[in-house]
């Protein structure tokens, strides 16, 4: 007996088989993602993947959302100290950088592309990065210090198009240092139009 609450036990298995499902996403790519594949990484058996999960479907669906919640999460925290000042909005960038980043976006992209072509995904895959998309875009505005609402959406919008490109296309760059000469122009061009009258 392992002393641990049966409630406590079952999320704990939820979340390790989460947690496989991101994984299996960043090293298999949706196609390669497998049930099997999950129950073996998370080291269950299948009639526990079953008891939480019924089907591969409903797996991923869970996986949206908890990629959502594990973004969400690196970007709260990120900015929980965000300096009020001049320094303030590349500290915002910088966050929303580190939170469009790492294995939780990269699963988050293979699932981006699947639900181009799979409605079912796609209905659960909407809410969930819209709800994300907004609670960013509220921390945006909040901490980025651009006082004009439209030039605050536009500059949030154009950030995001931006950090989740660079994200995608990382690995077909060989000098790692463009990214941060992008962003840096990126932050140039808007510091100049907060500053035109």
Known sequence: ??????????????????????????????????TQRIQDLAGVSRGALLHHFGSKSELLVAAIHHTAAARLDRFTRLVAELDEGPEALEQMVMAIREAMAGPSFQAAIELWAASRTDSQLRDALLPAERTLGAALHRLFDQHS????????????????????????????????????????????????????P
């Open 1 to 34: 007996m392992t002393g641990i609450p049966r409630k406590e036990q079952r999320q704990r298995t939820r979340e390790t088989l989460l947690d496989a499902t991101i994984e299996c996403l960043v090293t298999h790519g949706y196609a390669g993602t497998t």
């Open 145 to 196: 210090g651009i006082d004009d609402p439209e030039l605050a959406r536009t500059a949030f919008e154009s950030l995001m198009v931006l950090v989740r490109g660079l994200e995608l296309t990382r690995i077909m760059r060989d000098d790692p240092t463009v990214d941060d000469r992008i962003v840096a122009d990126w932050l140039a061009g808007l510091r100049a139009r907060i500053a035109s």
